[in-house]
T-cell receptor
Framework: DQQVKQNSPSLSVQEGRISILNCDYTNSMFDYFLWYKKYPAEGPTFLISISSIKDKNEDGRFTVFLNKSAKHLSLHIVPSQPGDSAVYFCAASVVPGYALNFGKGTSLLVTP | GAGVSQSPSNKVTEKGKDVELRCDPISGHTALYWYRQSLGQGLEFLIYFQGNSAPDKSGLPSDRFSAERTGGSVSTLTIQRTQQEDSAVYLC?????????????FGPGTRLTVT
């Protein structure tokens, strides 16, 4: 069963605008959430994380929001750049450092 | 410093053969993880090592799959009697597990094709 869901397989955004990638989860025991970015033929690269005690974490152009009551998190990228075009995976674990449960990914295309 | 490396980068094997996939984690990283990504799917957890022991091997899909880690460093994932459904990209990750640094750093993966 898929405990982490990314319901949008793809997203297209114009350069300079905001990209919003969404993720839902079903396991209320998840306590640590991460976003990874993946280019073709490469391994995923860590982007940003958030623990359940926070509802927002920012790192430069990337912000992750967590709504525990809705079991929902989102990644905002602003402003979006063509180099951001990649597949973005949402992941969650019960304890930091334990096995990650991944969504199926959202392919982001940022057009000039 | 050097990242996680995996070998081989590609492996084509015939159904029924055994394969070994290797992972060299980042030096000093305590934890090592194996995942796989089948076509159109997310990453699926296989096994987690802390040091040389595997406290969580719940993701191994069958007893044809096994993994070991020696010297707290290199790990080998072995698939016996490969089947076509084993075709996937096998990804290894490592983590220091230091407070505030729980991220898993991934290698480039081994693409396994079973014909």
């Amino acid at each position: 069963d898929q405990q982490v869901k990314q319901n949008s397989p793809s997203l297209s955004v114009q350069e300079g605008r905001i990209s919003i990638l969404n993720c839902d989860y079903t396991n209320s025991m998840f306590d640590y959430f991460l976003w990874y970015k993946k280019y073709p033929a490469e391994g995923p690269t860590f982007l940003i994380s958030i623990s359940s005690i926070k509802d927002k974490n920012e790192d430069g152009r990337f912000t992750v929001f967590l709504n525990k009551s809705a079991k929902h998190l989102s990644l905002h990228i602003v402003p979006s750049q063509p180099g951001d075009s990649a597949v973005y995976f949402c992941a969650a674990s019960v304890v930091p450092g334990y096995a990650l449960n991944f969504g199926k990914g959202t392919s982001l295309l940022v057009t000039p | 410093g050097a990242g996680v490396s995996q070998s081989p980068s590609n492996k084509v094997t015939e159904k029924g053969k055994d394969v070994e996939l290797r992972c060299d984690p980042i030096s000093g990283h305590t934890a090592l993880y194996w995942y796989r990504q089948s076509l159109g799917q997310g990453l699926e957890f296989l096994i987690y090592f802390q040091g040389n022991s595997a406290p969580d091997k719940s993701g191994l899909p069958s007893d044809r799959f096994s993994a070991e880690r020696t010297g707290g460093s290199v790990s080998t994932l072995t698939i016996q009697r490969t089947q076509q459904e084993d075709s996937a990209v096998y990804l290894c990750a490592s983590s220091s597990l230091r407070v505030g640094d729980y991220e898993q750093y991934f290698g480039p993966g081994t693409r396994l094709t079973v014909t």
